[in-house]
C-alpha cells in the first residue's frame, strides 16, 4: 500500500497503472473461465455467485488499497482495469472469428 500523503510521482502512477492491469487481468480472466466452465458445474448459481464476490471484493479492496484517500490514484487504476477489458474484449472477438463460432 502507498501511505496517502506520498505525492502523484511516477513510481506511485506506475504503481497504479501496475496494480489496475493485474486487477483487470485477473478479473476478466476470472469472468472468462466462470463463463466457460458454468455450462459443466453441477451448481451453476453457486459457482456465478461465488466468481462474482470473489472478484468484486478483489476489485474494491485493489483500489481502495491503491486510493488511500486520492481519487487520482483510484482514477489511474480503474482506467487500467478499463483498458484491459477492452484489450480482451478484441482478443476474444477474434479468437471467435478465427474460429469460425462468429460474434
Not at 459443466?40 to 455467485?49: A, I, N, Q, R, W
Not at 490514484?73 to 478499463?82: D, N, P, Q, V
Request: charged residues 15%; positive net charge.
Amino acid at each position: 500500500m502507498i501511505p496517502s500523503n506520498v505525492p502523484l510521482t511516477f513510481p506511485v502512477v506506475a504503481l497504479c497503472l501496475g496494480t489496475g492491469l493485474l486487477v483487470g487481468i485477473a478479473y476478466f480472466g476470472g469472468l472468462w473461465l466462470t463463463v466457460k466452465n458454468l455450462k459443466d458445474s453441477e451448481h451453476p448459481t453457486k459457482t456465478l455467485l461465488t466468481s462474482w464476490f470473489l472478484r468484486n471484493g478483489l476489485f474494491v479492496l485493489s483500489l481502495w488499497a491503491v486510493m488511500r484517500g486520492d481519487w487520482r490514484r483510484a482514477l489511474i487504476a480503474f482506467g487500467a482495469f478499463l483498458s484491459v477489458k477492452v484489450v480482451m474484449t478484441q482478443m476474444f472477438k477474434l479468437s471467435l472469428k478465427k474460429s469460425g463460432k462468429g460474434f
